[in-house]
């Protein structure tokens, strides 16, 4: 399968969230990228790495891939502030939108994890080199995807090669369960797809959240048609 990586650093909570809340108030571009270097100056000796995770934290949260509004960005900035108890489902979900790696890993994770909560790394990477290739390249991005989800708290490593997914974040708000859905359907570059399939999506481990029709009016982007016995969300962007 042929994927763009893009996943290539270990990211921690605090470095995405004081990131966003700068993209929050109106920081972009040039100026964004010189406060996220500030911010890692005291963190990294190797300039290489401190480069790749600003460029890292610049692509989830203020680089537009060309299939995703600058609306469906605004909004997440605006959404973080208001529900700040939940940073992590915003970054999350600007991670599936924007990087198809991490959202293939991810959902590896949530199929592994469905019954019993635990995987074994060598599962993951089982899985992982299927679908991508056995690459040193992979086997990295892969590792900076789980070390990412440790430093989140969304999983825990209690021995070597174990990992325990953690307790689900409750997710109660229509207007953010409605911005997540828009995210499900830019992470694979789909115009549509049927409410069900969004729900039962194995990438959605970390939460405990169940999508409705009636939470998709809170956007104004989607667009909900009712087919049979399903929902079909559609994306509008006119």
């Not at 500030?38 to 480069?51: E, G, I, Y």
């Not at 891939?65 to 208001?82: G, N, R, S």
């Not at 995807?145 to 209690?158: G, M, S, Y």
Request: aromatic share 10%; no cysteine; net charge neutral.
């Amino acid at each position: 399968m042929k994927v763009s990586i893009g996943f290539n650093r270990h990211l921690e909570t605090e470095w995405l969230t004081q990131t966003a809340s700068w993209v929050a108030k109106d920081i972009e571009g040039d100026e964004l990228k010189s406060q996220i270097d500030l911010m890692l100056a005291p963190v990294f000796t190797s300039q290489v790495a401190k480069d790749k995770t600003r460029n890292l934290l610049f692509g989830i949260w203020n680089k537009l891939p060309a299939h995703i509004p600058k609306a469906f960005q605004d909004d997440a900035a605006k959404l973080i502030m208001e529900h700040s108890e939940l940073n992590l489902v915003f970054h999350w979900g600007m991670m599936l939108a924007k990087y198809p790696f991490f959202y293939l890993v991810v959902g590896q994770i949530g199929r592994l994890t469905k019954l019993n909560d635990a995987f074994l790394y060598a599962q993951l990477e089982q899985r992982v080199v299927e679908n991508f290739g056995d690459t040193s390249t992979i086997k990295r991005s892969m590792q900076f995807v789980v070390r990412t989800l440790i430093n989140l708290d969304l999983l825990a490593n209690p021995k070597q090669g174990l990992y325990q997914t953690q307790k689900p974040i409750k997710v109660d708000s229509s207007s953010v369960k409605a911005w997540l859905v828009e995210a499900s359907l830019y992470s694979e570059s789909q115009s549509s797809r049927s409410l069900t399939t969004i729900s039962d999506a194995p990438v959605w481990f970390p939460f405990e959240l169940h999508f409705q029709a009636s939470d998709l009016s809170q956007n104004g982007r989607l667009e909900v048609h009712h087919q049979s016995s399903d929902v079909i969300v559609f994306i509008n962007n006119q």
